[in-house]
């Protein structure tokens, strides 16, 4: 085996060694949390939600990446291959777009009542089956043209200069113009939501240190309604800073590989792109673990199954 395809497929190996136990330990907390209160917070929706792309996006890429450069499975035939980068590149605008959409809800969250910004919050926690749905058709019609131009590699037969290889799979454009306008797209659908999560963290940043500042006394008097709006602060402000420093990344080679025509051949460009932004599926509930009480908590009662105390110290840690 050449060590360039050991390398890569150690690095696909790390991702899935974290990411997947990671989502699927966060989706595990919150189904025993809605087994247990049946029911779930709009934010908890969300974050719910996120752990499931990110489970996708690791799983369907990263592993499947892992077997086939040990050559313990083959799965990227022309089939194959339309299916695994369908459902990662549809995952993985999910996931940028559920980053957006708890950021922006968080913020909603710390308005004042009775306010115009509350009631909106209120439509979006009243509607957020449907802005979920909503997202799904929007970024599966998106990546649809990975199924029309995705290949295996044994049928590549176009010029470079319309085709990117993804090392098993190659996208094959039929023109310039064409690859242009996807490249664009794609751009497009990342940049909105960061930007608009970006405003949405600095907003809450602002509005969180303003209310620190005023609420200090309460708080040193025993008071934990700041400590836990810093706390949903922080994990919020780090998703969205680790978003856009991996995503930024990935955009950029994306913008690189658009402009520079020997890029677009470039296993190792794709691969790169692939690796900063499964990057995010990957590390993302390591920070949902470590800052959401909820999570840890719940795992926590259920671990150590104390049956006098479990419910008390399962409220206590909420």
């Known amino acids: 085996m050449p060590l360039s395809v050991f390398v890569r497929g150690m690095l696909y190996l790390s991702l899935t060694v974290v990411g997947v136990p990671g989502n699927a330990t966060v989706i595990l907390a919150f189904?025993?949390?809605?087994?247990?209160?049946?029911?779930?917070?709009?934010?908890?929706?969300?974050?719910?939600?996120?752990?499931?792309v990110n489970l996708l996006v690791v799983g369907v890429r990263c592993l499947l990446e892992t077997l086939a450069s040990?050559?313990?499975?083959?799965?990227?035939?022309?089939?194959?291959?339309?299916?695994?980068?369908?459902?990662?590149?549809?995952?993985?605008?999910?996931?940028?777009?559920?980053?957006?959409?708890?950021?922006a809800y968080q913020c909603l969250s710390i308005v004042p009542p009775g306010s115009r910004w509350a009631s909106v919050r209120t439509v979006v926690s009243q509607y957020l089956g449907f802005i979920f749905l909503f997202l799904w058709l929007l970024n599966t019609c998106m990546s649809s043209a990975a199924i029309l131009f995705s290949f295996g590699t044994k049928n590549e037969s176009s010029p470079a200069d319309h085709g990117i290889n993804v090392q098993f799979c190659y996208v094959r454009f039929p023109s310039k113009l064409i690859?242009?306008?996807?490249?664009?797209?794609?751009?497009?659908?990342?940049?909105?939501?960061?930007?608009?999560?970006?405003?949405?963290?600095?907003?809450?940043l602002v509005f969180?240190?303003?209310?620190?500042?005023?609420?200090?006394?309460?708080?040193?008097?025993?008071?934990?309604?700041?400590?836990?709006?810093?706390?949903?602060?922080?994990?919020?402000?780090a998703l969205v800073t680790l978003y856009v420093?991996?995503?930024?990344?990935?955009?950029?080679?994306?913008?690189?590989?658009?402009?520079?025509?020997?890029?677009?051949?470039?296993?190792?460009?794709?691969?790169?792109?692939?690796?900063?932004?499964?990057?995010?599926?990957?590390?993302?509930?390591?920070?949902i673990i470590a800052s959401n009480r909820k999570v840890n908590g719940r795992l926590r009662c259920d671990v150590q199954r104390k049956p006098v105390q479990e419910k008390d110290t399962c409220l206590s840690t909420m």
Request: charged letters at 15%; one cysteine or more.
């Open 179 to 204: 690859i242009e306008m996807n490249g664009a797209a794609q751009v497009g659908r990342d940049v909105v939501p960061m930007a608009l999560m970006t405003l949405a963290s600095l907003i809450l």
């Open 70 to 103: 040990f050559r313990l499975a083959s799965v990227f035939g022309d089939v194959g291959c339309k299916v695994v980068i369908f459902v990662y590149r549809t995952s993985r605008s999910l996931s940028i777009w559920l980053t957006f959409v708890l950021s």
């Open 245 to 287: 420093v991996l995503y930024g990344v990935d955009n950029g080679l994306w913008v690189y590989t658009l402009t520079v025509r020997k890029a677009m051949a470039s296993s190792l460009i794709s691969d790169l792109r692939i690796f900063f932004s499964s990057l995010y599926a990957a590390l993302s509930p390591v920070i």
């Open 31 to 52: 189904l025993l949390l809605l087994y247990h209160e049946n029911r779930l917070l709009p934010s908890d929706a969300i974050v719910l939600h996120l752990a499931c």
């Open 208 to 237: 969180l240190y303003k209310h620190s500042r005023q609420v200090k006394g309460l708080r040193s008097s025993g008071g934990s309604g700041g400590g836990a709006e810093q706390r949903a602060a922080k994990a919020v402000v």
